[in-house]
């Protein structure tokens, strides 16, 4: 299974971050595992940002939740991260992650780096 | 909300060393903690979930032991390829990770 994210590396402020994770290797609908967005600012430690399963059912870091969203397009084999109004603060390498329920999180994407600037 | 906090935050160690990393939950989360190894400009790499069940392929060097609110990863006989940043992650509903400790050679 490899996950590769893509999406912009330059967001401006107030705008919409979007990125996208396509999978490969594996049936993004199979309900075995879910789909996971993690960031990581500049030199911290790792942030979790939301999940969902196949079924719909998400979950958000409270802390985001009014900003966030995560989608899948079973259609095309992605699943997608949005974050609404965004300022310096999201300025991270995001990861996009497959996981299975209280077994952590095995699959990683190799992450890209969204810098908020204007 | 539970949060997890690692302790040390930074440790120095030599090749050889046994060396613990303890994660402590704020609440009680059974055996649902999993450990990570990062190293820099890479992904994090899972090493044990379950609390204690090593994931395929991790050198057995790594163990983890620990339920309820407290949790140790220990690698006995430290390599050079483990000097590098562990996490731990609870494994519940809302998967938080601890702040991390960052394992530097002596």
């Known amino acids: 299974v490899q996950l590769q994210e893509s999406g912009p590396g330059l967001v401006k402020p107030s705008q919409t971050l979007s990125l996208t994770c396509t999978v490969s290797?594996?049936?993004?609908?199979?309900?075995?595992?879910?789909w996971t967005w993690i960031r990581q600012h500049p030199g911290k430690g790792l942030e979790w940002i939301g999940y969902?399963?196949?079924?719909?059912?998400?979950y958000y870091n409270p802390s985001l939740k009014s900003r966030v969203g995560i989608s899948l397009d079973t259609s095309k084999i992605q699943f997608s991260l949005s974050v609404t109004s965004v300022t310096a603060a999201d300025t991270a390498v995001y990861y996009c992650a497959r996981g299975s329920a209280f077994m952590g999180i095995a699959t990683w994407g190799q992450g890209t780096l969204v810098t908020v600037s204007s | 909300d539970i949060q997890l906090t690692q302790s040390p935050s930074f440790l120095s160690a030599s090749v050889g060393d046994r060396v613990t990393i303890t994660c402590r939950a704020s609440q009680g989360i059974s055996n649902y903690l999993a450990w990570y190894q990062q190293k820099p400009g890479k992904a994090p790499n899972l090493l044990i979930y379950g609390a204690s069940t090593l994931q395929s392929g991790v050198p057995s060097r790594f163990s983890g032991s620990g339920s309820g609110t407290e949790f140790t990863l220990t690698i006995s006989g430290l390599q050079r390829e483990d000097f590098a940043t562990y996490y731990c992650?609870?494994?519940?509903?809302?998967?938080?990770f601890g702040q991390g400790t960052k394992v530097e050679i002596k």
């Open positions: 969902l399963y196949s079924s719909g059912r998400t």
């Open positions: 992650q609870q494994l519940n509903s809302f998967p938080r």
């Open positions: 290797g594996d049936s993004i609908t199979s309900g075995a595992h879910y």
